[in-house]
């Protein structure tokens, strides 16, 4: 039996929620909230309310209210009535607006039309009603709440506000969490004592305890209408659960639970911070030398803005502190150093300054200052200051730490290209007011922005990826390929496509890398060998083909610091590294003596790892010696042995089925020559068991060479695993394709056979047709077989007649051919 929730969801009484109702049986379940939006579905609005439920955990159902009017005015009542009987059964209700003047204005204003009017008055009654039952707890209004606060906060309307429709909604998130928990504790506990008689029934034989339970009780009930008040404010709510824990706790009665705004601030900060951290090093992201924590340095914050206000450069409005930009440009500063263009822009302004813009307009002096301190509201996170307790803005942190730890100086400092403005122009001016200077950051580094599949990545459009689930597909390596082949500065787009170029970019520097090593091991076994006597003397004399790839080394080294010179242009130097790279393997196929150029592919191997070390994609470690590890053998030594044992059974197999059997033609022993055979195929095959399936599994990449000898590498056995199964996949459709081909050339062979067998004077005649590939037959024909005319009796026009001329003649020739 489906749930409430999931009952209005599968019954879509309007056709247009678009939700699954399995999602939500299990939320109802476990007493989550059910949030309701009545507004039009697949908004951007609407996809941020959803985000919003998402991350809270409710279950989400979006209601077009322009439906109720689809069917005339005279069914109104009728559908909003079999909405909210559908809401009347869940048992925790958010309910949210797109539109919220449509609900929150005067039901009889004029402004409104018939219809609107209408539909606001039904919908308001059913709000009251639903308002009524406990079990409903908040009305939330979602957009526009500046201009219509008065009406929104009317009594009856809504318990809370919040501005989903805000950039930062993990933030405020976290916020109506906090809020939600103190307000629903606090209904609990009230609707509990209210309602149980196990106080008033007990016994006391003293005074004093009967004093605190009545306090209790009177808690309770003071507590119970503040919670039942039509809009009651936060503050009161928070009020009445404080005096009820008072009194709980004079009644020696359990502590009731109360959510600790700082505290659970904190809690979720450290939370997100360390998954970053984690996130970093899963990266290969090298650690900070100092980490700053905003929270750690709040008495700092302070102090900073303590100094640019005795600098003259900020002042303090109704607790909070503002930044003074008209005194700031006055003192001979500038203001707009990054952008001039910017300055005013009051959308950028209003995205800088996020919960702190509202409602601040009227404390501001000027529209360009913006928030240094900002005096904080009930409920959220607060620290003691000289103008009362309140929270830093959002750009003096950054100012305050980077001057702790690098001082009236900093030579660089990066972002994102959309924190240029504001962040960074106020950042910098806070700086350059405390420290009474005009230069605080010689230069700045603004990177481009992130998109996913060509759209700019956005939580609220769902078109994130997390870092994990990145590199639940790609290496760390290969993401940072694909930054290396975007300038830093330029827009970046990650997609499969992007992707797949930079992952086949990094396997073939990495199969580069491999092929280097093992040709620079052959040519030191050869040097050992000639020192042994067992073969002659490596040759170190260059020719031709070492001057060549020496000349475009030094070439290459060239183009690689003159790109890097160019605003750190990595594009242009990795296309300069893999031009390098194919000259070189084309020098190692050209030249298989492994003793020619062995000193110049040391240089060339050492150019390699400076420059990708210095890109962060360091090759892949050398291992260490046996004596590092203590005697014992790394995987590389073990992978080498075996690959080594491979090699040497796998030559001698296919030695044995190529060479014939000489026992055989003298001693006519065939059965002893098929067992030969049939053991080199077995043991071939246990060799490409190993190289395809065991090895892939545990991390070992074996790629057989024309020279006998393999070359292997490490790599995750997830990845290699996939490689195999795409390639097993791709080996299946191409025998599925070889065998169609084959298929078709019989079938071509048969049917050829067919018509040569048809006398060319009856080709045309209409049984012949399918044979002959004819959609249409043919009515009349001449005393020679040819047609004249269509199966319609329309005469044959002088080009189709020449046209089966041609056909015929070629025919002659084939049936003439098979009956020689």
Known sequence: MLSPLAALAAADPLGRSGAKASSFTALEAAASYSAILFGPPGTAKTTVVEAFATRLGWGFVAIDTSMFLSSGLSNVASRISEIFAMLMQLKHVVVLFDEVEEFCLDRLNPSLGMESRMLTTAMLTKLADLRGRRQVAFFIATNRLTALDAAVTRPGRFDLQLFVGTPNLPARCARFKARLHAVQAAR????????????TDSTTDSTTDADAHAQLQAAAASAEKALSTKGVPLADVVAAQTKLSAAAAAANMPPLPVCDVQTAFLKLTAEQEAAFFADMDALGVMPPDAVTRVTDYVPEIVEYIAAIQRNGYCYEANGSVYFDTVAFAASGKKYGKLDPSKIGDEVLMAEGEGALSVSTLAEKRNSADFALWKASKVGEPAWPSPWGDGRPGWHIECSAMASDVLGDQVDLNSGGSDLKFPHHENQMAQAEAHFDCCSWVNYFLHSGHLSIDGLKMSKSLKNFITVREALSKYSARQIRFLFLLHRYNEPMEYSENTMGAAADLERRFAAFDTSLGARIAEAEAAAAAAARGERGAPTFKWGKEERELNALLDEKRRAVHEALQDSINTPLAMKQLEQLLRATNIFMRDLPDATRGASLLRSISRYFDKVLGAFGVARAEREISSKESGGAATPLQLVSALSAFRDDVRQIAISSKKTKSKSESATGSAAESAVAADLATDVLRLCDELRDNVLPAVGVRLEDRASGRAQFSLDDPV???????????????????RLAKEEKRRADALRDADRAAVEPKRMFEPQFDALFDRETSF???????????TADGEPLSKSATKKLIKMRQKHEKVYSERNK
């Open 188 to 199: 609990a506990a009230a609707s509990a004592l209210a309602t149980t008689d196990a106080i």
């Open 779 to 789: 009515g009349e024909f001449d005393e020679t077989g040819l047609p004249i005319a």
């Open 719 to 737: 990845r290699l695993q996939a490689e195999a199964a795409r390639k097993r996949e791709s080996a299946a459709k191409a025998e599925a394709e």
